[in-house]
């Protein structure tokens, strides 16, 4: 948005840091899997009948749909834990949203926009996670930016900030050039 910048964070902080100014409201998280540390990605490969630690050919159509099936089982999963954890630690009256899973591109290769809102009954927005994820064939890539009153660090200060946040995260997800494998 006008008057932010956004740039790689220092060190082993963040992936992505979001200032205004001299204000840091937040950042944009990164992480980062290898197969053999997400046993559940490499059995979800087998299913959508992709060879675990082959490289996805981005110019398959066909690839490239498999690799998202294995996207939309991690949201399923990701989301159900998520879920199941809110029920537990929202309060009466607070309500779990899915937000609409959308295939996009996290630069080349096949991505899947997913995440969720807490609300309040009264219509308030709790809470707003933003999550990217994408898939090479090796490796599983995760970012994630968020609006959380809980002093979650790297939370953005207010689900509006997060709102008016999310094109430009769009943007820059669409032109990153994560390493292929």
Known sequence: PPGWTVEPCEGQGPFLCVSTGDAFPGSVELLHYTLDQRQDVYGWMMDADLEPGRPIDLDDPEQTRRAREVLHALRIDHMGVVEEDRGITYPAGRSFVLLDPEEVQVGRLPGLFYGFAGVDEDGQ????????????GQNLYILTAFYDPSDTPGSLPSDEALLAF????????????????
């Open 125 to 136: 927005t709790y809470e707003r996670w933003l999550t990217y994820a994408a898939l090479d």
């Open 166 to 181: 999310a094109p430009h995260l769009r943007d820059i997800v669409a032109g990153l050039r994560l390493p292929e494998a």
